[in-house]
């Protein structure tokens, strides 16, 4: 029997396998395009009615722990505080209609924090340190779409985290590795004690970003899903792919350039990549997040000064700026740059003074300066 004969009489039956190869092949080269990299808004919250949702709000003099608490359990948004934010800080806020995600980054901002999104959880921060958290999550989650199907599996399925009362962070983290049957190394962290919570849904692999990431600790994952703690690594210049449909991308591209024009961003394919170090990813990240919870009003807002305010002012700069722009219906911005001056305290008595004079009076001595353009109060350098 010669070997054409073979192949003649033989080639129904290798059809099936050569089809059945090239199906394999396919499937491999699929998922090796879907998990080359990491779309920004897919790992951010959930684009679901909760955060859109317009509340009102009366806080006065009440502790930040006391806030967030109140805001998770009535609004059903999973919030967590880092260790490292005095949960006793003083809050003082005041909305009538607001969505509930861009009262959560006011409250925030007053407190001189930011907000990283694990999932639908949101983190509450030092401004300092969650910029970089997100960052280094996007680089996480790519490596951890790298691993073999059982160890992807294991660390991006979602399920339920219990934090109990007086909880200390290390034995829960032990636990869940045990759990996991992942061998760990490097978690040496000081002793805490939280309070409790319970998170319906989360993700292996951010339930371990939040029980270390207070503690400057950073997951490392080998080859093999085992996982080693390290300090927290540096972060430079990176780049973060943003996918929007073709009807948003033009729109969207031109209005972050107007909003961010010093960030390098340009339309590649389906998305948006953005450029740069990550305070600007966070701020270009967060813009979008936020437009979709604000509310778009058409009409021309009012400068004239008609309306007044009398009273003594507390707080950070920013929080006086924050409170002469909702009074004149714009929105505040400011550059990443200028946080630190924002965050400085004033104590001063006002008596009718339009919202416009009350961002003359708080900036007057300060380096700083605003003004009004496309319905937005605008801070800058003198």
């Known amino acids: 029997m010669t070997i054409k004969y073979f192949l003649q009489t033989n080639k129904r039956q290798w059809r099936p396998i050569r ?13 090796l395009v879907s998990t080359s990299s990491v779309d920004a808004q897919a790992t951010g919250p959930a684009d679901n009615a909760v955060l859109q949702k317009r509340i009102a709000i009366f806080w006065n003099d009440v502790p930040l722990r006391d806030a ?3 805001l998770s359990s009535t609004q059903g948004v999973p919030i967590f505080l880092d260790r490292r934010v005095d949960p006793g800080l003083r809050i003082a806020f005041k909305t009538d209609s607001l969505a509930v995600g861009e009262i959560l980054y006011q409250v925030a901002e007053i407190a001189g924090c930011g907000v990283a999104w694990l999932g639908d959880v949101a983190y509450v921060g ?14 996480l989650i790519q490596d951890c779409q790298k691993l073999p199907g059982s160890k992807k ?18 034995e829960l983290t032990d636990a869940l590795l045990e759990k996991m049957a ?37 997951p490392v994952i080998d080859a093999k899903g085992n996982i080693d703690f390290v300090n927290q690594p540096q972060v430079g210049d990176e780049e973060m792919k943003i996918r929007l449909s073709q009807a948003e991308r033009d729109t969207t591209l031109e209005r972050l350039q107007a909003d961010f024009p010093n960030t390098a961003i340009r339309k590649t394919g389906k998305y948006l990549v953005i450029r740069g170090g990550p305070d600007e990813l966070h701020e270009v990240r967060h813009a979008l997040y936020r437009q979709k919870w604000r509310q778009t009003d058409t009409t021309p807002s009012s ?14 700069i920013g929080q006086a700026l924050n409170t002469a722009a909702k009074g004149l219906a714009l929105e505040l911005q400011f550059a ?10 004033i104590d001063i008595k006002v008596s009718g003074v339009t919202y416009e004079e009350l961002a003359k009076r708080v900036l007057e001595n300060t380096d700083l300066s605003h003004s009004i353009q496309g319905g937005k109060l605008i801070v800058t350098k003198k």
């Open 336 to 345: 990443p740059s200028l946080r630190s001056e924002l965050l400085q305290q």
């Open 126 to 139: 030092p401004i300092s340190e969650i910029a970089t958290l997100d960052v280094l999550r996007d680089k």
């Open 68 to 70: 967030l608490n109140n």
């Open 303 to 316: 400068t004239e000064g008609t309306k007044v305010v009398s009273g003594r002012i507390r707080g950070s």
């Open 19 to 31: 089809l059945a190869g090239m199906c394999l092949i396919l499937i491999a080269a699929i998922c």
């Open 182 to 218: 992942v061998q760990k190394t490097g978690l040496s962290a000081a002793h805490d004690r939280w309070v409790g919570m319970e998170i319906r849904s989360m993700r292996a692999i951010d339930k371990l970003l939040l029980l270390s990431f207070g503690f400057g600790l950073w």
């Open 153 to 170: 599996r294991l660390y991006l399925e979602a399920s339920s985290l219990r934090i109990p009362r007086l909880g200390n962070p290390v």
